[in-house]
């Protein structure tokens, strides 16, 4: 999960740093990496589809938001 939060920096910082800020909500608030970790990738998606809505821009490559879907479901399975 922190590689992907690595990546995810590199390839969309707004939507990634959304990311982390849940997984640290998520975090403090119950104590369990892995419900932070899986609500961040739950989060990374839709952030990155809504940020050129937010930030009133063009769409970027849907490539990323592939790449987020992909790695979410990942996470979500490996943290089962």
Do not use: D, M
């Not at 930030?55 to 990942?74: D, E, K, M, S, Y």
């Amino acid at each position: 999960v922190a590689a992907a939060l690595g990546a995810f920096l590199a390839l969309a910082p707004l939507p990634a740093l959304c990311a982390l800020l849940i997984f640290l909500l998520v975090y403090k608030g119950c104590g369990y990496v892995s419900a932070g970790s899986i609500s961040a990738a739950l989060v990374l998606p839709a952030a990155i589809y809504l940020e050129p809505l937010i930030r009133n821009t063009a769409p970027g490559p849907q490539g990323r938001w592939v790449a987020a879907l992909i790695v979410a479901a990942l996470v979500i399975v490996r943290h089962k």
